[in-house]
């Protein structure tokens, strides 16, 4: 089982990203599905979470310019990035709340990372 994201780059303030998160393998049921972000010397920071249901809650920083989605048929998670600032550069990982087999307990699996960086 993992997470794979992608979309990360370098963009220039005010322009829009859209990073993609794919979990695969022999999964049972997903619950909630997030991004987080760590600037350098920064801790990491929760962005954005989307319930199963979709359900959907953002850090205040990030209000009105991101938007988080997911496709169940496909097990993926997105995050629209409009009005890219320069303080939203860091590295973006998302993370799902798995359930592997029916029965068992879910756990959290994090992606690798991608970095965005907002620069002109």
């Known amino acids: 089982v993992q997470l794979q994201a992608s979309g990360g780059g370098l963009v220039q303030p005010g322009r829009s990203l859209r990073l993609s998160c794919a979990a695969s393998?022999?999964?049972?049921?997903?619950?909630?599905m997030g991004w987080y972000r760590q600037a350098p010397g920064k801790q990491r920071e929760l962005v954005a979470v989307?319930?199963?249901?979709?359900?959907?809650n953002y850090a205040d920083s990030v209000k009105g310019r991101f938007t988080i989605s997911r496709d169940n048929a496909k097990n993926t998670v997105y995050l629209q990035m409009n009005s890219l600032k320069p303080e939203d550069t860091a590295v973006y990982y998302c993370?799902?709340?798995?359930?592997?087999?029916?029965?068992?307990?879910?756990?959290?699996?994090w992606g690798q990372g991608t970095l965005v960086t907002v620069s002109s």
């Open positions: 393998g022999s999964i049972f049921s997903i619950n909630d």
């Open positions: 989307i319930t199963s249901g979709g359900s959907t």
């Open positions: 993370n799902a709340e798995l359930t592997l087999r029916i029965g068992e307990l879910s756990d959290v699996y």
